[in-house]
């Protein structure tokens, strides 16, 4: 069971590109790493979505997905600004909700986690949001990033991007998950997307 509705989104939206997928996939540095330390790396982090798709090649085959259902969106610069200075914020160091993209160690291991489940560490790296505020570019190519991704790509999917691909596609039969069979209630009771809205049928292989 998903507890976050964006989790369940994503799970839903890459079983329709065709991808199957699991989800809590936890990882953390190795005791015998040199740099490992028990007051920061005894606790796991987790990978929220990972999807496969045994047709796909290259990056597009595995999808790792890391979900951050803030209801003010995902503000770019902001973010960016607060994982350089590692501002403190609700209490917590800001390179914590990052781990796999601010600390080698914790990359290590996140790469260690894909590589288990998939056999690969070739994939794209997804942050899904709620809504992005400002240039998704400016987090997508942040040169720090991509090297901790090792040079795959990085790419932000927005809540509004996904609900405009899936509800259109929905048909009569009953849906598979709580949150599909809600999408077809809301497409029966005649709601929908502005058709223009960008990104509104844009799939996971027109990354």
């Known amino acids: 069971m998903k507890e976050d509705i964006l989790e369940q989104l994503v799970d839903d939206y890459l079983q329709w590109n065709g991808y199957f997928t699991r989800h809590n996939l936890k990882f953390r540095p190795q005791r015998s790493d040199p740099n490992f330390d028990s007051r920061q790396d005894s606790n796991h982090s987790d990978i929220d979505v990972l999807g496969y798709h045994p047709r796909r090649t290259g990056s597009r085959r595995i999808m790792v997905v890391n979900c951050k259902s803030w209801q003010s969106g995902f503000r770019v610069e902001l973010k960016l600004k607060e994982l350089t ?3 403190i914020v609700s209490g917590r160091e800001s390179w914590r909700r990052f781990r796999e993209l601010m600390s080698p160690k914790w990359s290590d291991a996140f790469f260690r986690s ?3 489940v998939t056999g690969s560490t070739k994939f794209t790296y997804v ?4 809504a992005i505020r ?4 400016l987090w997508e190519t942040h040169k720090p990033f991509r090297k901790a991704m090792r040079g795959n790509p990085i790419r932000i999917l927005t ?3 996904m609900l405009g691909a899936l509800m259109p596609a929905l048909s009569t039969t009953v849906a598979g998950s709580t949150l599909g069979r809600t999408l077809q209630l809301l497409k029966a009771s005649g709601f929908t997307l502005d058709p223009d ?3 509104a049928k844009r799939r996971v292989s027109d990354a």
Do not use: C, I
Not at 127 to 130: K, Q, S
Not at 134 to 137: K, L, M, N, T
């Open 114 to 116: 894909v590589k288990d």
């Open 85 to 87: 200075t590692n501002r």
């Open 159 to 161: 809540l509004s991007e």
């Open 134 to 137: 400002g240039d998704a570019r």
């Open 127 to 130: 942050l899904a949001v709620t």
């Open 197 to 199: 809205a960008k990104g």
